[in-house]
């Protein structure tokens, strides 16, 4: 069992920087993949990043490509998502999550969630 709490969202200027954390609990947390999605009003989560559970294999979403990035600190069983460069259009509620295999762009894959942290970009 691995229970996952976001935290690190609020409302940012276009341009600006915030930094997403999802803290795990469970002993099995290092031999997940895990993985960050977003789901803006009116739209279907979109995948954003997901990273191995050695931390040596990352994939980003065409959307936040060379803007974001994600990195997980085991010994502290936690996984965050740097977001740089910040647009409107990155509005959305943000979500971590756990995948037992080895990570992947579709949500469905993933075991468990947490329960989301809002993020909104100003124009």
């Known amino acids: 069992q691995v229970q996952l709490v976001e935290s690190g969202g609020g409302l940012v200027q276009a341009g600006g920087s915030l930094r997403l954390s999802c803290a795990a609990s469970?002993?099995?947390?290092?031999?997940?993949?895990m993985g960050w999605f977003r789901q803006a009003p009116g739209k279907e989560r979109e995948f954003v990043a997901v990273?191995?559970?050695?931390?040596?294999?990352?994939v980003y979403g065409d959307s936040v490509k060379g803007r974001f990035t994600i990195s997980r600190d085991s010994a502290k069983n936690t996984v965050y998502l740097q977001m740089n460069s910040l647009k409107p259009e990155d509005t959305a509620v943000y979500y971590c999550?756990?995948?037992?295999?080895?990570?992947?762009?579709?949500?469905?894959?993933?075991?468990?969630w947490g329960q989301g942290t809002q993020v909104t970009v100003s124009s």
């Open positions: 999550a756990a995948d037992a295999g080895s990570g992947s762009y579709f949500a469905y894959h993933y075991d468990y």
């Open positions: 469970g002993r099995t947390f290092s031999m997940h993949a």
């Open positions: 990273i191995s559970w050695s931390g040596a294999s990352t």
